[in-house]
């Protein structure tokens, strides 16, 4: 039903890129070099000048064959360089150059040329090395509304993602925006993409959707129908990050999570954006979210979190109530934390103390 074999190459190559080189190498050799070039060359786009990846000793691929200027590398320090997190100089990183003699244009127009040459090299090797950027600016960038006039989400994204910027993390989001235009929408998914430099970037509509890209595989289906929710979760889960930027009806949100969360990782965030709508009767909301709101929903998890101060301490707890570890709010957005809640509650005798 979903295409798991699009993660074959790009899962376990994020896995290994922080890992020593032999366990490099050897993942490269398991998936084939020509695979992982593909994945790298995938990842990087088009550029000005020719880029020969090397392993063992062999090319194992080129870009743009027909450009004058040669960089060479090697392919473990290239998926280093998008991946991992070694800043270090790239050991094998060669460039060669067409003929330098002097032309008609004299020795002006030799060191203007050299400009260029430069600046094309450079911008190949930014791409290979990517530098963080904030989810402010990316959010800018690729045209999505966490940053706006409509909200300011990307400061609390950054602040609750920061420890998982640079983790082999799979994101699920659901809503890929453009509404029924098959060929619109993405731009959060390719945020995601750029800020998860080692994430597997999921995106679900209920419209088909086109959008494609290194790291990214938009899925159609319905977040209302909790039965393929779960088998969603099954095959292309755990995640580590679920977003909810789907409809935003009151009633898909709870079935969302009720379906989702137990395949989010523990240590991960499920996040529910525009919890506006919770106050909004046209959406299912209420002015003072009572329980079968998204709101409503959200405030029992802060009775879930405490629930061993009420009645017995010890009594048996729902899951949610075990496995929720921490909530955060923020003006219309909620993050929901994936955790072991086993704390007891407090001493039978502080009970009436006073």
């Given at each position: 039903m979903f295409d798991t074999a699009r993660w074959t190459v790009p899962a376990p190559l994020l896995q290994a890129a922080t890992a020593g080189r032999d366990l490099l190498d050897d993942t490269i050799r398991r998936l084939t070099p020509a695979a992982v070039t593909a994945e790298v060359l995938r990842e990087i786009g088009d550029h000005d000048v020719r880029l020969d990846l090397r392993f063992d000793g062999h090319v194992?691929?080129?870009?743009?064959?027909?450009?004058?200027?040669?960089?060479?590398?090697?392919?473990?320090d290239a998926v280093r360089g998008l991946y991992g997190d070694d800043e270090r100089p790239w050991p094998s990183l060669a460039v060669t150059t067409p003929n330098p003699d002097l032309d008609e244009r004299g020795v002006a127009g030799w060191f203007h040329s050299r400009k260029g040459l430069a600046q094309s090299v450079q911008e190949l090797l930014t791409a290979l090395r990517p530098a963080r950027r904030d989810l402010g600016e990316l959010a800018v960038e690729f045209g999505t509304d966490k940053w706006g006039d409509l909200h300011w989400y990307a400061q609390h994204y950054e602040r609750h993602f920061a420890r998982l910027r640079t983790a082999p993390v799979k994101v699920l989001e659901i809503g890929i925006g453009g509404y029924g235009d098959p060929n619109s929408g993405g731009g959060s998914l390719r945020m995601w993409q750029r800020y998860f430099r080692r994430g597997l970037i999921h995106g679900l509509d209920i419209a088909r959707k086109t959008v494609t890209g290194p790291r990214i595989m938009a899925?159609?289906?319905?977040?209302?129908?909790?039965?393929?929710?779960?088998?969603?979760?099954?095959e292309l889960g755990p995640f580590d990050v679920v977003v909810d930027d789907g409809s935003h009806l009151n009633d898909h949100v709870r079935i969302s999570f009720d379906a989702l969360f137990p395949h989010v990782r523990n240590g991960g965030l499920y996040v529910v954006e525009d919890l506006q709508t919770a106050y909004w009767p046209s959406w299912g909301g209420h002015p003072e979210t009572p329980p079968h709101t998204s709101m409503g929903m959200l405030k029992s998890f802060v009775d879930g979190l405490n629930r061993a101060e009420v009645g017995d301490p010890r009594g048996e707890r729902s899951y949610l109530e075990r496995n929720i570890s921490g909530i955060s709010f923020h003006h219309n957005i909620a993050f929901v934390e994936k955790g072991l809640n086993a704390e007891e509650g407090g001493p039978a005798f502080l009970r009436t103390f006073y």
């Open positions: 194992t691929g080129h870009l743009r064959t027909d450009a004058d200027v040669v960089v060479t590398l090697d392919l473990a899925i159609q289906g319905d977040q209302s129908d909790p039965v393929f929710l779960d088998r969603l979760g099954r």
